[in-house]
């Protein structure tokens, strides 16, 4: 819960940026009227499927043994094994239930 000093202030960078940059201001009200227009029928978050969780919870796995035998090359390996695997379960939509979109 925000502070009325942390509001007040929140709202003072607001009006800022309206007066500064409107050309953000545009974009952003854009994003909105496009949420608005979907009105919640978009992807749901746990639509990616097992494999893909699967390879985020390897890639985890993988930084902690990294982090505790403070190998570095072990952590960069868990780290790019995370992006891939967001990557993929952010591109590819899942197969096992055909309801969703």
């Known amino acids: 819960m ?3 000093r942390e509001i007040r202030r929140l709202h ?3 009006v800022q940026l309206r007066l500064t940059d409107p050309r953000l ?6 994003l909105q009227a496009g949420d ?5 029928a978009g992807r749901p978050l746990h639509g ?3 494999l893909h969780s ?3 919870g390897l890639s985890l796995l993988v930084l902690l043994v990294g982090a505790v ?3 570095v090359p072990t952590v960069i390996a868990g780290v790019v094994l995370a992006a891939v695997s967001l990557g993929l379960a952010a591109t590819v939509g899942s197969r096992s ?5």
């Open 54 to 56: 699967l390879l985020l």
């Open 25 to 30: 201001v545009r974009r952003f009200a854009a």
């Open 48 to 50: 990616a499927g097992p």
């Open 69 to 71: 035998a403070v190998s």
């Open 2 to 4: 925000l502070s009325e």
């Open 97 to 101: 239930r055909p309801d969703t979109a």
């Open 12 to 14: 003072e960078m607001e």
């Open 36 to 40: 608005r227009r979907r009105n919640g």
